[in-house]
């Protein structure tokens, strides 16, 4: 008997230190309380992160990079004319080596050197790329005028390495354009304070992504180009069927490449995004005008029938409620390559702005 009073006592002692002593919150939340690693809240924190992370064609999320690249590495010479020179030539873009041809003018050297312009194809399947054949009576143009053409040849399109994964919704293509400034700045005698960029079609939006993203760009023009707005995009769509095969493709596991659930939206159709969302607004060329600090020349032709002119129609309007320094031509005929007699009027167009903006 003794024995079990000594017992009882000792559970009671036990059980008044033991309450006396509990941390605060109830004891079945002691006993239920789910691991550190595996809470749900933790699980909310990371759906949360998740759902904030940058889009990789955000402008902020470019801005954010530090692109570099090394000079152009000269693998030959391709032809040599009285104004100017052509290579094939080289350099690396994340780790990509991405080919391009290079002209340099046959001229003397200007003090502080040569103005420069990284030259940006539009869309042409990768497999039909080619350096030599494509944009020739462009380039020439361009370096008969006494400037240094970089045409590059963006990944996965002719000798380029990695893969060809679109413009509009990857930033593989505005980072190459970028790394070819880049490349372009650490050559000799050209004046690395004095580059501008060109682009056809689906380069327009490269162009003026480019330039919101990199302030080095000097100049821009952009021929027949496409895609400011998505919202735009969404409306006017793009009358291409090579671009149409390419757009519906299964998403793809490229980091520079946007597959998230907006963009899945935005493929089939289902539900009209909302463009005036913190996403779509971040991607938004038009919505993040206020970066770009440099001119931008823009030309179109009526009765081009890929790309729709209210393109360019709606982007000199932004530009102009944003008080941005550009310029505007139509012209009646051309089509989307604006050829005939309007390529030697766009292309005078462009070498006088250049040259005006690269003095």
């Known amino acids: 008997m003794k024995y079990l009073i000594t017992l009882v006592t000792i559970i009671f002692i036990g059980l008044g230190i033991f309450f006396y002593l509990r941390p605060k919150e109830p004891i ?35 801005r954010s990079l530090k692109i570099e690249s090394d000079s152009p590495v000269i693998e030959r010479v391709v032809a040599k004319y009285p104004s100017y020179n052509s290579y094939l030539v080289y350099y690396y873009s994340e780790g990509s080596k991405v080919y391009g041809l290079l002209t340099i003018p046959n001229l003397p050297i200007p003090e502080g050197g040569f103005p420069a312009i990284v030259f940006n194809h539009g869309y042409i399947p990768p497999k039909s790329y080619s350096t030599f054949n494509n944009y020739p009576a462009y380039v020439d143009y361009l370096a008969r005028n006494g400037f240094v053409v970089f045409k590059i040849d963006m990944r996965g399109h002719g000798n380029s390495e990695g893969v060809a994964t679109g413009g509009y919704f990857s930033s593989t293509y505005t980072k ?162 604006i050829s005939g007699v309007y390529f030697n009027q766009a292309m005078e167009r462009t070498v006088k702005f250049f040259k005006d903006k690269l003095n």
């Not at 789910?34 to 809240?41: D, F, G, I, L």
């Not at 027949?224 to 493709?249: C, P, Q």
């Not at 659930?261 to 919505?287: C, G, H, Q």
């Open 176 to 337: 190459d354009a970028i790394a070819a400034l880049k490349s372009l700045q650490k050559l000799e005698n050209v004046n690395k304070n004095k580059i501008g960029i060109w682009g056809h079609s689906m380069s327009g939006n490269l162009v003026l992504r480019a330039m919101e993203v990199e302030k080095d760009f000097k100049a821009g023009v952009i021929w027949a180009g496409a895609v400011y707005s998505y919202e735009d995009f969404y409306d006017l769509r793009i009358t291409d069927s090579s671009y149409s095969s390419h757009l519906a493709t299964q998403p793809s596991p490229n980091v520079n490449r946007d597959d998230s659930l907006e963009i899945s939206k935005f493929r089939n159709r289902s539900v009209k995004p909302d463009f005036n969302n913190e996403y779509w607004k971040s991607i938004s060329l038009t919505a993040n005008l206020n970066y770009l600090e440099s001119p931008i020349q823009i030309h179109h032709s009526v009765n081009d029938e890929v790309v729709s002119i209210n393109y360019s129609r709606k982007l000199s309007e932004y530009l102009k409620q944003n008080n941005k320094n550009f310029e505007y031509f139509e012209y009646s005929g051309g089509g989307h390559n």
């Open 28 to 62: 079945k939340d002691i006993l239920f309380k789910v691991p550190v690693e595996t809470s749900a809240v933790e699980v909310l924190n990371n759906d949360k992160k998740a759902a904030n992370l940058e889009s990789p064609i955000s402008i902020k999320y470019l």
